[in-house]
Structure formats: structure tokens, C-alpha cells
């Protein structure tokens, strides 16, 4: 890091303790510049895949949701008003890095989200544990391989019906199982790796 000129400070243990909001802190700490942009600059680089969060407020769920959403190949995460904030230490490490690589949007609300992005020409789903339609149905008759934004609600209670309402469908991941439901990490990651399968013909990078 020196090399590169950002400058190299050492701590000792106890000052480390107070700087860091873990336990067990890794022993490395970064101040960083805030790194999210604005919606206009998002839908300007023409998305295929973008994740709405609304009123999501677990920063481990949000974090993983972004980390989900890179490894997906999405375009971009939009943390709508009343989400958690994204610099929350717990979703910087959930995130594992793609926080500062992956186009993070705050504080839309969810209908401007959602109409800008109808604007740029994607289809948008909400998440809805209850929708009578269900993943599967869309995967079969091919209309995850456009461009879509994946409409994401509170762990706790979903979507409200008027957010739903702003989506072209509601979607619920399929349970086969006797589990009443998946938690917001699980549901999104079955979401869009579902959508990638179809945006890249299956194609795809094991890890």
C-alpha cells in the first residue's frame, strides 16, 4: 500500500481495539472515501441486472445481498430510503469488497427506483414469498433473460402491496420443503442467479 502512496500507519493492540467495531479485528483498518453514486449514473451504463432494496434494515443481510448481487453480475444496488445505510461497518464486511466495486445507490424512493429504471427499458419483479407466480414459471418461458431489476423488501414483513403493485409481477421462490420461507439473503441469491443463468446462457465462473 505504501508503494502505491497511500500512507501506512502502525498501531499498537489497544489503539486497534478502540479503532475497530469487532472482537477480533483482521489487523488491517482503511479510511475510505464514500463511493456511492448517483441514480442517473447507474441506469447510464445501461444495467441488465439491478437489485432495489426497500426498507431492508439488517446490515448483515443488506452486505450479503451486495455481495450476492456482484457475484451475479449485476450492475448496480440501490438502497432505497429507510434501507440501512451501506457504510454500516456489519454490510462493509458482509459485502467482502464489493461494496467498493459494484455501483451502490442510496436514499431513492422506491417508486422513482422503480420508474427509472422501467425508463431505461428493465422489467421489474418483486420478491413476494406469496405471489402466485413463481420463479420456475418465469425461468421456463424465458423472460429472465431481459433486463430486470429485482425488487427486495423488509426480512421481516416482505413487500407492502403498494410496492409490489409498482412491479410488472410479484414472484415467489418455490418451496419444496417443510421450511415456511427463506430469509432475504437466501431468497435474493436464488433471485438473481436465476436471472444470470439466463442473461449468460449458462454460462458462468465455479469458484
Given at each position: 500500500m505504501a508503494a502505491a502512496g497511500v500512507p501506512v500507519y502502525e498501531v499498537s493492540g489497544e489503539v486497534m481495539s478502540e479503532l475497530a467495531q469487532t472482537v477480533t479485528p483482521q489487523g488491517l483498518l482503511a479510511v475510505c472515501p464514500f463511493v456511492d453514486v448517483a441514480l442517473a449514473e447507474l441506469i447510464s451504463a445501461a444495467p441488465r441486472l439491478v437489485v432495489v432494496l426497500a426498507?431492508?434494515?439488517?446490515?448483515?443481510?443488506?452486505?450479503?445481498?451486495?455481495?450476492?448481487?456482484?457475484?451475479?453480475?449485476?450492475?448496480?444496488?440501490?438502497?432505497?430510503?429507510?434501507?440501512v445505510d451501506?457504510?454500516?461497518s456489519k454490510c462493509v464486511r458482509s459485502s467482502a469488497g464489493s461494496l467498493f466495486h459494484l455501483p451502490?445507490?442510496?436514499?431513492?424512493?422506491?417508486?422513482?427506483a422503480v420508474a427509472a429504471l422501467r425508463d431505461a427499458?428493465?422489467?421489474?419483479?418483486?420478491?413476494?414469498?406469496?405471489?402466485?407466480l413463481g420463479?420456475?414459471?418465469?425461468?421456463?418461458?424465458?423472460?429472465?433473460?431481459?433486463?430486470?431489476?429485482?425488487?427486495?423488501g423488509n426480512e421481516a414483513w416482505g413487500l407492502p402491496g403498494?410496492?409490489?403493485a409498482l412491479a410488472d409481477d410479484a414472484v415467489a421462490v418455490p418451496i419444496y420443503g417443510r421450511a415456511e420461507s427463506l430469509n432475504l439473503a437466501a431468497a435474493?441469491?436464488?433471485?438473481?442467479?436465476?436471472?444470470?443463468?439466463?442473461?449468460?446462457?449458462?454460462?458462468?465462473?465455479?469458484?
Open positions: 426498507s431492508v434494515r439488517d446490515p448483515g443481510n443488506a452486505g450479503t445481498v451486495l455481495r450476492t448481487a456482484d457475484a451475479a453480475g449485476a450492475g448496480g444496488v440501490i438502497f432505497a430510503e429507510a434501507s451501506p457504510y454500516n451502490v445507490v442510496l436514499g431513492v424512493p422506491v417508486a422513482g427499458g428493465l422489467g421489474v419483479l418483486a420478491a413476494d414469498g406469496s405471489a402466485a420463479l420456475d414459471d418465469l425461468d421456463d418461458d424465458g423472460r429472465l433473460a431481459g433486463p430486470t431489476a429485482w425488487l427486495f403498494d410496492l409490489v435474493a441469491a436464488v433471485c438473481l442467479y436465476a436471472s444470470a443463468r439466463a442473461q449468460h446462457g449458462g454460462a458462468g465462473n465455479s469458484r
